[in-house]
């Protein structure tokens, strides 16, 4: 199965915001809810690999 593109965690927040939800909580997730359900979008963090030379 091929893997499916990321969206920016803004561009999720804005196309659910237009569907009635709003942001109950932020720290590195976004929580949202309608009242009824509740969204947790996650924040895609960049990882920095180091590579150490002997």
């Given at each position: 199965?091929?893997?499916?593109?990321?969206?920016?965690?803004?561009?999720?927040?804005?196309?659910?915001?237009?569907?009635?939800?709003?942001?109950?909580?932020?720290?590195?997730?976004?929580?949202?809810?309608?009242?009824?359900t509740r969204l947790v979008?996650?924040s895609a963090q960049i990882?920095?690999?180091?590579?150490?030379?002997?």
């Amino acid at each position: 199965m091929p893997k499916l593109p990321g969206i920016r965690q803004r561009d999720a927040v804005r196309v659910f915001e237009k569907l009635g939800y709003r942001i109950a909580r932020e720290s590195g997730h976004i929580i949202m809810t309608n009242g009824k359900t509740r969204l947790v979008i996650p924040s895609a963090q960049i990882k920095q690999t180091f590579e150490f030379s002997a």
